[in-house]
């Protein structure tokens, strides 16, 4: 892959609007790629529906998952993720605003790369983008590709 794509999987417009500006402000200028629901999700990372055509194995860089999605949870997503061969080592990074344990257990169980929660105040959530951004985007190897 050319450019190093982040896949924001997020339902709530103010959630998404706030990480562009919070990407913004840290200087993360990757391409960004939006799924509103689970199920688009899935389609893009597999190239089916809307995004038939497209090359799954071109994946992204790092995928910023909620939990609370339409159609496909969060969990369900990062299970299919992880039961595939071809996105089994993908960077996942839990991003939600769930405090319940039973989710950060679950999104462990099933293989989550970290869970972070989103922080109320916005400086913070930058400085936690960027972070992210520093970290998974410039300073992380990227795993083998297997497809």
């Given at each position: 892959m050319n450019t190093k794509t982040i896949l924001l999987i997020?339902?709530?417009?103010?959630?998404?609007?706030?990480t562009k500006r919070a990407l913004?402000?840290?200087r993360i200028l990757n391409t960004l790629v939006i799924a509103s629901d689970g199920q688009e999700a899935l389609d893009y990372l597999y190239g089916a529906g809307a995004?038939?055509?497209?090359?799954?194995?071109?994946?992204p860089t790092l995928t910023l998952l909620d939990l609370k999605l339409p159609k496909v949870s969060g969990l369900d997503v990062l299970r299919k993720i992880r039961a595939e061969a071809?996105?089994?080592?993908?960077?996942?990074?839990?991003?939600?605003?769930?405090?319940?344990?039973?989710?950060?257990?679950?999104?462990?169980?099933?293989?989550?790369?970290?869970?972070?929660?989103?922080?109320?105040?916005f400086e913070h959530f930058v400085q936690s983008v960027a972070q992210l951004g520093l970290y998974w985007l410039v300073l992380n190897e990227e795993p083998p590709k297997v497809c």
């Open positions: 997020e339902d709530n417009p103010s959630d998404i609007d706030l913004e402000k840290g995004y038939a055509g497209r090359d799954p194995a071109d994946l071809c996105t089994r080592r993908m960077p996942v990074v839990i991003l939600t605003s769930s405090r319940e344990e039973q989710d950060m257990a679950a999104g462990y169980d099933l293989g989550v790369n970290s869970y972070i929660r989103k922080p109320v105040d």
